[in-house]
């Protein structure tokens, strides 16, 4: 046994010790000092930003680009056609490109080649000669972009992904227009400059060259993607009428992920945060109406549940107010209006439920999906299987609002929240006031084979009881902005029950359930869901007490510095690793101990509340350093294993990018560390902040109001000792707002101070221990929330158990849960 206890210590300091592996490259160094020097007088330039987060990598690393209408680059450092290439949709045109200075290749597969991955692409840079390749956002078009350090013949050799010699090639006043065999997207070439097909050999694979006619320093050449050659070739023409398009578009990219800004002294996990930034807009397509994809390069459809999770941290805190309003817009009108579905045959409920009887019954259309808005939307499929999704748009919605003070989009969203709250009060609210449900119908969603739950959550889920507390309090809300009481003292009084039941019901005051049973008995498995109880509701939805006892419980078990397991590790059903083949299905892994990255999120609003955001950075740390050195580049896998591997580095699984993982980390930056929560239909601009002990400074400028006015606050904050002081100041505002801060105390209370700050004025506030200071003077403050540290105790990291199959029931045969939810009775007597 102590030898167990060894070997999982080592693995938990190995664990940690990784952070320390990630060596800022002696370029990426000299540009972090370069956006320093110019963030200290404001927000970089767009030449100045990508030298500060652009990743300089070795080969074989994966990176990723969206082009914010159906497409994406799936591409890979160190060599040539690594990777699929540039869809656009479900279709495969071009794998990669490369380039040649004089015929000879730019080799990025040459030691001396330096490759640098961006947020729109990927620049190669050897023996001075440059090639650059760029996708431009919200179309279909990417350039390539070729330099020399002295005049040459320049080319660029596309490798497209079909037979260019059975394409039909056609010029069109200096287009080059090329038909693909088969149907799809048709595609057009133009360039800065007169260009000739060059179809003898050289190059990278011998394939036909796009080559300047004659010598310069530099050539570009732009590619256009259309449903029709007439489209592509108008397309491609307006690209290279533009002059300075590729610097406008690079412009446009700094000027979207700097719309907000965070800047602080932690290098590493400013880079990391941009990245996320960059990653999470990567996600924001118009497929189906402005929507965000879920991940890649699987789940790329809108996913409602991860839609409404990923917006606040994608959209909100970046103060792209429109595109949520229009993303939230396009779901609502997909809700489930049908009020003539008939209920589920017996044989489809059992399905539903999971049980063996009914193993051959189809799931369908539900009467119980009444106001839902899907699941999923995906071309023609449109399915509502989620509880959840629904509860999250309406707090989505809200806070929205809460961001813009648009009252008019309010009082739409009152009969989208109507519908919903009517057809869960007739299809799936019990006696108790509690929302019930389906066990596959909640986050945890996988199924055997498309029917049993692998993990069984119904038919009262804890985390579904904070959301549908949370949907009635938001629809409430709305309801009283758009000034129509009724509904909402109603829909405050189901609130008001629901909150009592679930107390009841869920808590025997030591541990919280995870869900209750159909038979009402109470399943004591320790996942992460119950954090959510924290982090979802306006207010408290427990009692302080029990939310500070929940947060000690659920992390003390579950949180390992790289991530929070989706089950504990002493659960018998705890899966160490997500793929294992030889002892089970993956799916079976999957919300049973595997580690999801969208759950750190709420770990860390749940931290932070309570003053332990020193535990929580430590975590984001670990974030940062996955999302800038681990698998794909600049943006963050969908699931972790378990277990880390034997140096204690983390194993990515899964999607290799996931939307909603990257938008919490972007979302905890903003409205966890900084603690930055708008309320514009108070005209407050309110702070919660929990600040790092490594952080000594930070720059930031924090957005709210309607996108087209501009408005935003600037803060520039410098730690002295112990003590803060914060600038704060308007920037094109044209009334006062009201300023609020909700500042943690020594033990952790949090008291508030309030005060007008108005335009064209630098307000200048000092913390101390206790107490704020405005411009020199005291600044009176009420209490807002106790003390929970008697209950919450010393907080640390969980040590990861040791990677051993026979300490593991899953891994002592052969789909061991799979048997035991199949068959409960065999499996309980053996």
């Known amino acids: 046994m102590k030898a167990t206890r060894g070997v999982a210590a080592a693995m938990a300091g190995a664990a940690l010790a990784w952070l320390g592996t990630l060596a800022v490259q002696p370029a990426q160094a000299a540009r972090a000092t370069q956006v320093a020097q110019v963030t200290d007088s404001g927000i970089p330039d767009a030449a100045a930003l990508d030298a500060a987060i652009g990743i300089v990598a070795g080969p074989g690393h994966l990176f990723a680009v969206g082009d914010n209408v159906d497409g994406y680059l799936d591409a890979a450092t160190g060599g040539y056609r ?26 990025r597969r040459a030691a001396a080649a330096v490759e640098t991955v961006l947020p729109y692409g990927r620049r190669t840079t050897l023996a001075g000669a440059t090639e650059t390749l760029v996708l431009h956002a919200g179309s279909r078009r990417l350039s390539v972009v070729a330099t020399s350090p002295r005049s040459s013949l320049l080319a660029v050799q596309p490798l497209w992904a079909f037979d260019i010699a059975r394409a039909t090639t056609t010029w069109h006043d200096g287009v080059l227009a090329i038909a693909p065999p088969g149907a799809g997207m048709q595609i057009a ?36 993607f259309a449903p029709t050659a007439a489209e592509a070739v108008a397309a491609a023409a307006a690209m290279a009428r533009g002059r300075g398009l590729v610097a406008r578009s690079v412009q446009a990219n700094r000027d979207r992920l700097t719309r907000s800004w965070l800047w602080t002294s932690d290098r590493t996990y400013d880079r990391a945060l941009v990245w996320a930034k960059a990653s999470g807009l990567s996600f924001l397509v118009d497929e189906y109406g402005l929507g965000l994809w879920a991940g890649l390069p699987w789940f790329r459809q809108n996913w409602g549940r991860d839609t409404f999770i990923s917006l606040p941290g994608i959209l909100l805190v970046g103060g ?24 589920p045959t017996a044989a489809a409920s059992a399905a539903s439920a999971g049980a063996d009887a009914a193993a051959d019954a189809p799931i369908g259309p539900r009467a119980s999906d009444y106001g839902r808005i899907p699941n999923r939307v995906s071309g023609a499929e449109i399915i509502y299987n989620t509880v959840d999704g629904t509860p999250w748009m309406l707090r989505e919605a809200l806070e929205y609002v809460r961001y813009t003070g648009d009252r008019e989009f309010a009082a739409r969203m009152v009969g989208v929240a109507s519908a919903y709250i009517e057809g869960a009060l007739a299809h799936a609210v019990d006696a108790d006031g509690l929302l019930t449900h389906d066990d596959a119908d909640t986050w945890m969603d996988a199924r055997i084979e498309g029917r049993q739950a692998w993990s069984p959550r119904g038919s009262r889920a804890v985390e579904i009881q904070a959301l549908w507390y949370q949907a009635l309090l938001s629809a409430a809300t709305l309801a009283e902005f758009a000034g129509d009481p009724a509904p909402a003292q109603a829909w405050r009084a189901q609130a008001q029950r629901t909150r009592a039941s679930f107390l009841r019901l869920f808590w025997d005051g030591r541990t919280m359930a995870d869900r209750l049973r159909r038979d009402g008995s109470r399943d004591l498995a320790v996942r992460p869901n119950q ?81 332990r955001q020193d ?60 603690g930055f929560r708008p309320d514009l239909t108070r005209n407050r601009l309110q702070f919660v902040p929990a600040l790092p002990t490594a952080w000594q400074h930070f720059d930031a400028r924090l957005p709210y109001g309607p996108e087209e006015r501009g408005e935003s606050l600037a803060v520039a904050a410098r730690r002295h000792e112990s003590n803060w002081v914060w600038t704060l100041a308007l920037r094109h505002a044209t009334a006062p707002r009201e300023v609020v801060i909700d500042f943690l105390t020594r033990d952790h209370a949090r008291r508030r101070a309030a005060f007008m700050l108005a335009p064209g004025r630098r307000a200048r506030i000092e913390f101390t221990a206790d107490a704020l200071r405005l411009d020199g003077r005291p600044l009176a403050s009420t209490l807002q929330s106790v003390s929970q540290d008697a209950v919450i105790g010393e907080l640390r990291f969980a040590t990861p158990p040791p990677d051993d199959a026979d300490a593991y029931d899953v891994t002592r045969g052969k789909d061991v849960l799979q048997q035991r939810l199949l068959h409960p009775a065999a499996a309980a007597h053996h």
């Open 189 to 224: 070439i133009a360039a800065d400059r007169p260009f000739e097909i060059v179809a003898a050999g050289g190059g990278y694979d011998g394939s036909p060259r796009l080559q300047a006619l004659q010598r310069g320093r530099e050539f570009t050449l732009h590619i256009a």
């Open 615 to 674: 535990l929580a950075y430590d975590l984001s740390r670990n974030l940062a350093a996955q999302i800038l050195d681990l698998g794909t580049l600049g943006t963050m896998s969908e699931l972790l294993d378990a277990l880390p591997d034997a140096d204690g580095r983390p194993h990515p699984s899964g999607t290799w990018s996931q939307a909603w993982s990257v938008a919490e980390f972007e979302r905890n930056a903003y409205q966890d560390y900084l």
């Open 320 to 343: 792209h107010f429109g595109a949520a309003r229009r993303v939230i817009e396009n779901f609502a009108r997909y809700q489930d209006l049908n009020r003539n579905r008939q209920p």
């Open 531 to 611: 954090l959510l109880l924290l982090t979802v509701p306006d207010d408290d939805f427990v009692p302080p007490a029990v939310g500070a006892a929940v947060l000690r419980n659920a992390t003390s078990e579950l949180l390992f510095p790289y991530g929070i397991a989706s089950l504990s590790p002493r659960d018998p059903n705890f899966h160490p690793h997500h793929v294992d083949d030889a002892h089970y299905h993956k799916d079976a892994a999957y919300h049973n101990g595997t580690i999801w990255g969208w759950n750190a999120g709420f770990t860390v609003t749940a931290l932070t509340r309570w003053g």
């Open 82 to 107: 690594l990777r699929p290439g540039y869809f656009n949709g479900e279709t495969l045109r071009l794998q990669d490109v490369a380039t040649t200075v004089d015929g000879r290749l730019l080799d």
